[in-house]
């Protein structure tokens, strides 16, 4: 039962992130845009149009198509990812700032708490994949998938 | 019960490798695409920036003359710091709207502070339209207005402040 729910959350959040990462390839000045106007570090923002999409990209495909220890460290990378991007989001919601969230691309939904709570929510099922995927192989009663 | 015994610095190191993979091969199609970023060429987004497809609300020359005194009410002057110093609406703020001018965007901030209205006025409404717009998305509790014609609109009306703050405006039918 665990091992079919991981399996789901490894699908889902890796499907995901590839989704988002090729979505951000598309338009890639529009993204660089999105990014600028979280207004943090808005120099930074052509570099993170640059790296993020493809970063998203491996990771995600890494978790749903990755070996075990690999789909471990996937799964930190998205957690440190995912901090970055709830952390970006809730400073742009608290300082009440009026911008589309560029999540999957230029173009895409505002910023609300409704943004945040996905991101959080995200962020606890990269977590429990994490901790799933780092734990000893007979601690998760299954080998190397 | 999580018991981790290397497999968290296996994790840490493998996480490492996926985000330098994709770092390496995001600047290499980066690098590969006609349409790909390019930090010299970017330019950041400032509040004189256009504010996507959105309309701005367009308020008349003596709707805004009416509204002139009250205190939560400021008329901003979108223009260049010559044009304002050449003749503006007395009383109005000049909005500092420079590309190159890093600190704009935090200073038009502060002249909407507090603020419930806030009329912007150019040269002509398409002038001032996307500064309005981009203050609309940077201070979304504020009333942002742009007022229709622009200063010509104003003068032409007959509008005027006399100088000093606000409050202090007056109508006036003839320049």
């Known amino acids: 039962m665990i091992v079919a729910v991981m399996w789901l959350f490894r699908l889902g959040l890796g499907g995901l992130f590839v989704f988002a990462g090729v979505s951000k390839l598309r338009d890639p000045m529009g993204f660089a845009q999105e990014i600028s106007h979280y207004q943090l570090a808005p120099q930074l923002a052509p570099y993170g149009a640059m790296l993020l999409p493809a970063i998203e990209i491996v990771l995600g495909a890494a978790l749903v198509i990755g070996s075990r220890r690999w789909r471990a460290g996937a799964a930190l990378?998205?957690?440190?990812?995912?901090?970055?991007?709830?952390?970006?989001?809730?400073?742009?919601?608290v300082r009440g700032i009026n911008i589309d969230c560029g999540c999957f691309g230029a173009g895409a939904s505002p910023v609300t708490w409704w943004t945040v709570a996905r991101d959080v929510g995200l962020l606890a099922v990269a977590g429990t994949a994490l901790i799933f995927e780092a734990r000893p192989k007979e601690a998760t009663g299954g080998g190397e998938q | 019960l999580f018991v981790p015994r290397r497999p968290i610095p296996d994790a840490i190191l493998r996480a490492t490798l996926l985000l330098?993979?994709?770092?390496?091969?995001?600047?290499?199609?980066?690098?590969?695409?006609?349409?790909?970023?390019?930090?010299?060429?970017?330019?950041?987004?400032?509040?004189?920036?256009?504010?996507?497809?959105?309309?701005?609300?367009e308020i008349s020359p003596s709707d805004a003359s009416a509204m002139c005194g009250k205190a939560d009410v400021v008329v901003a002057d979108a223009r260049t710091p010559q044009r304002f110093s050449e003749g503006h609406v007395a009383g109005a703020v000049h909005l500092?709207?420079?590309?190159?001018?890093?600190?704009?965007?935090?200073?038009?901030?502060?002249?909407?502070?507090?603020?419930?209205?806030?009329?912007?006025?150019?040269?002509?409404?398409?002038?001032a339209t996307p500064v309005a717009l981009a203050l609309q998305r940077r201070a979304p509790g504020v009333d942002v207005r742009v007022l229709s014609g622009g200063f010509p609109g104003w003068s032409q009306a007959g509008l005027a402040c006399a100088s000093g703050p606000c409050d202090s405006c007056v109508e006036t039918r003839s320049r």
Do not use: M, W
């Open chain 1, 77 to 93: 990378g998205l957690v440190g990812l995912l901090l970055v991007f709830t952390g970006a989001v809730l400073t742009a919601v």
């Open chain 2, 20 to 57: 330098s993979l994709g770092g390496a091969l995001g600047l290499a199609q980066n690098a590969a695409r006609k349409d790909g970023v390019r930090p010299s060429a970017f330019a950041q987004p400032v509040e004189c920036s256009g504010g996507d497809h959105a309309v701005a609300v």
């Open chain 2, 96 to 127: 500092p709207c420079h590309a190159d001018d890093p600190h704009s965007t935090a200073a038009s901030l502060e002249v909407v502070a507090g603020r419930r209205t806030v009329i912007v006025y150019g040269d002509s409404t398409a002038e």
